[in-house]
């Protein structure tokens, strides 16, 4: 490995590591990741939708114009891979949720619910 590999490393496991030393169980620290997420999610899956319907606009608006389409082309793709993403990401969250038994007693709500 490289310098700045382990560097990376090194400072992946100092932000983590508050996790740990604050967190009495494994089912708080599951807690915490599903709050930032559910609070971080929802504003994405926006983002991607704008990048997703930006795209739609820019092919729709090409006229013609190869390079415009083309371009409009990278929006949608990049717009739905994004939406993919954090659909993915939120079933994986409401998975953990459900295995450990954290959170409610009942099923999780969906992105952006508390």
Known sequence: MNKRTIAK?????????PLFAFAATVGTIL???QT???TVIPILM???????LWGVITYITAGGDEEKAKSGRTYIIW????LFAMVAVWGLVRALVNTFGVGSTGVPGGPGTF
Request: without cysteine.
């Open 46 to 52: 926006i983002l991607a939708t704008v990048v997703f």
């Open 79 to 82: 717009g739905l891979i994004g």
């Open 31 to 33: 807690t915490d990741i």
């Open 9 to 17: 490393i090194v400072l992946t496991v100092a932000a983590v590591t």
């Open 36 to 38: 930032i997420l559910n």
